[in-house]
């Protein structure tokens, strides 16, 4: 670090020793002033009565530069603020590069194992190579126009793969982080990934409040204890009703399915918000035949929309979960958790200094309005870090193209380099039994968003946001009066199982944290691992932040403290 604040200072000295730099700052306080006056026929109308306005007495005037208005504080300040930008720039540009390495699909398995909806495509939903090589084209030139050359399938445009090029001046550049390679299409983890999306489509209208007298769950369970590599959570090696479908954090397995935040009334100045929404009917897939699933890959415009329930209620399924995150704001989860947590007068974390203090307060550090700021200022930052990922490094398939490869397999169309667990799940036949093909239902009529896969940006949005409220709150703290959603989310009931009293802030944004991307996988869209990698790059996306914002305080601060999504606690 000795070494880091030496190159900071000579750069610092270079750049503020130039001619430029001097003139640029050169004028004072009151030569710019008087250059007003000057321009408005030499009377600047704000020194204008300056004859009737007696001098600062001398004491007050050293007093208003030891304050920090005076010329001499002004210059000190620049040049402050000039070093802690630069110490930061290169604190960020000095972390090692860590290994951005995709999973070599894209070269064993050309065409056939990664995403290219809203390409054009055969009959089988295999797409075109031309089409595919112009799209790496595009993402390798440095010209807009290139994305304009790409040859579309139907009439809805790729989401934005220039996001993952944009650069930002706080925290970590999006290029400087990575996520592990995803789960290969010809691996068992894959598979049983797929496998636990098949039972979600099929569980999707089940109250979580049900899960352990429900025939459905149960057949989940024992059909995903069979798979060699699922990595979900488990009970003694097995998968149960208390596992399924939940996240693999701390918290996540404590408690209703749904976290509190989800359920909460939110304190919103003086409004208070019922978290009641609108939710859908049950039992409407989509994408469940082979021509709707083929034009919706082409990226056609669906034919069918979406048929809401009349009645708002609480999340109380998958389904409900499903439609939360297909129409939120990315980071309004973790808003209306800050302001829950604001109004409950959840205590901040130990560290923050102005919990010893008894003279001054916080406000615009380490208070209310900075947590509400800074929670969702990391949100698009975070959606640069993965859209490089997925654009430039992963090109992960996704769950509906891949169903397709799986429905293609099965009916002796294609021999695709699948891995066989899949194929042989009691899921598949289920879902065959129901709907006549072996395709993934959909709980959005359009399917996925045209962009790849992997990793989730719901997903590393929440390992962002919810890193913040953790650095930011103490975790430990119980939340009181846990609730839970009644069987027809008509209600909240109020929680009485025996962890009622266990439901702390860092268990609840973990889980909170699961929820939001477990409802993406819930409509069909995304994997596990899209979520579960996801969540540790949206962690270090924040945690990144944190150690930029960090210096930029005038507090005696010792860092920010937090768990990790793997159970580790940092000071940052």
């Known amino acids: 670090m000795g070494e880091d604040r030496r190159n900071n200072e000579r750069a610092a000295g270079e750049l503020t020793n130039t001619k430029q730099t001097r003139s640029l700052w050169s004028c004072s306080r009151r030569t710019f002033l008087v250059g007003i006056g000057a321009g408005l026929g030499g009377v600047s109308p704000f ?30 300040r620049r040049e402050e603020a000039f070093r802690t930008r630069l110490d930061a720039a290169l604190y960020q540009k000095n972390l090692p590069q860590p290994p951005l390495s995709d999973n070599g699909e894209e070269s064993d398995y050309p065409y056939v194992a990664n995403y290219s909806k809203g390409l054009p495509h055969n009959g089988l939903g295999e797409v075109d190579g031309a089409a595919y090589r112009s799209l790496l084209e595009a993402l390798s030139a440095d010209e807009d126009a290139a994305f304009e050359r790409i040859p579309l399938g139907g009439v809805r445009p790729l989401r934005n793969p220039q996001g993952g090029k944009a650069f930002d001046i706080e925290g970590p550049d999006c290029h400087h ?55 979900g959570p488990k009970q003694s090696g097995l998968v149960t009703p208390a596992t399924i479908f939940r996240g693999n954090t701390r918290g996540d397995q404590l408690g209703p399915y749904v976290s509190q935040f989800l359920l909460k009334d939110i304190p919103y100045g003086t409004l208070r918000i019922s978290q009641r929404q609108q939710s859908v009917i049950p039992n409407m897939d989509y994408m469940t035949d082979s021509a709707s699933w083929l034009n919706i890959q082409n990226g056609l415009t ?7 329930d009349r009645v708002p209620r609480y999340i109380g399924n998958g389904r409900d979960l499903a439609n939360y995150v ?22 901040f974390d130990p560290r923050n200094p102005y919990l010893s203090r008894h003279k001054t307060d916080a406000f ?6 900075h947590i509400l700021s800074l929670v969702t200022e990391v949100a698009t930052r975070a959606l640069k870090a993965v859209w490089f990922a997925k654009w430039y490094v992963h090109r992960r398939l996704r769950p ?40 993934l ?28 409220l953790k650095a930011w709150f103490d975790e430990s703290f119980v939340l009181p009066d846990p609730v839970v959603a009644s069987a027809d989310g008509s209600a909240l009931l109020p929680y009485s199982g025996r962890d009622a009293g266990s439901l702390t802030v860092g268990g609840e944004l973990n889980k909170l944290a699961a929820n939001i991307p477990a409802g993406r996988n ?51």
């Not at 669906?302 to 809401?308: E, G």
């Not at 980071?331 to 947590?341: F, P, Q, S, W």
Request: hydrophobic share 40%; with cysteine.
């Open 441 to 468: 239902p959909q709980a959005y009529p359009e399917g996925c968003p045209l962009h790849p896969s992997y990793g989730s940006g719901h997903a590393t949005v929440a390992g962002a946001c919810v890193t913040i």
């Open 302 to 308: 669906p034919f069918a929309s979406d048929v809401f």
């Open 364 to 369: 615009a550090t380490f208070g209310g309005p």
């Open 522 to 572: 819930f409509a069909g869209i995304h994997w596990r691992t899209d979520f579960s990698e996801a969540l540790k790059l949206g962690e270090a996306v924040a945690i990144g932040i944190l150690e930029d914002q960090k210096n930029t305080y005038k507090e005696s601060f010792d860092g920010f403290s937090l768990t990790k999504f793997d159970g580790t606690t940092i000071t940052v």
């Open 326 to 347: 297909h129409f939120d704001a990315l980071y309004e989860a973790y808003l209306n958790a800050c302001l829950i947590l604001l109004g409950l007068g959840a205590p």
């Open 47 to 76: 020194v204008a009565n300056a004859s009737s306005v007696s001098a600062l007495p001398a004491p007050l005037e050293g007093a208003r530069d030891a304050a920090g208005s005076g010329a001499g504080a002004t210059a000190r």
């Open 177 to 231: 982080l990575a996520i592990r390679p995803a789960p290969r299409i010809d691996q068992p983890e894959n598979s049983s990934e797929m496998a636990e999306l098949y039972w979600m489509a099929l569980a999707r209208d089940v109250s979580f409040t049900e899960y352990e007298s429900n025939p459905i769950v149960a057949s989940a369970c024992t059909d995903l204890s069979r798979f060699s590599d699922f990595r």
């Open 400 to 439: 509906e193209e891949y169903g397709g490869r799986v429905h293609y397999s099965l009916t002796g169309a294609r021999n695709y380099p699948i891995d066989s667990e899949i194929l042989k799940s009691q899921a598949v036949q289920r879902i065959f039994s129901r709907f006549g093909t072996y395709l």
